[in-house]
Nanobody, 124 residues
């Protein structure tokens, strides 16, 4: 069992930056691939970025490439999402998720554990 707790969301102006963190419980964090998803009101929960268990492989949705960076610190049981050049369309609840495998999935159903989410609001 893995418990995930996100933090770092908030209100920011367009062009600004935020860094989200996701702290995981348990001693086997380094065995889990991790993903960040987001869900805006009335929309599906979509993948934003993902990272393999070792951190050696990453994935980004086209909409965030070049602006967002996913990383992880296995010693701290934490995965991060650095978000730069934020746009109003990035406004959503952001969720981290853990996949019991070394390689990430880009699909919501590929993840076994979810955090409660953190709200990101970007004003224009």
């Amino acid at each position: 069992q893995v418990q995930l707790v996100e933090s770092g969301g908030g209100l920011v102006q367009a062009g600004g930056s935020l860094r989200l963190s996701c702290a995981a419980s348990g001693r086997t964090f380094s065995r889990y691939a991790m993903g960040w998803f987001r869900q805006a009101p009335g929309k599906e929960r979509d993948i934003v970025a993902a990272i393999s268990s070792s951190g050696g492989n990453t994935y980004y949705a086209d909409s965030v490439k070049g602006r967002f960076t996913i990383s992880r610190d296995n010693a701290k049981n934490t995965v991060y999402l650095q978000m730069n050049s934020l746009k109003p369309e990035d406004t959503a609840a952001y969720y981290c998720a853990a996949n019991r495998g070394t390689y990430y999935s880009t699909q919501r159903l590929g993840y076994d554990y979810w955090g409660q989410g953190t709200q990101v609001t970007v004003s224009s």
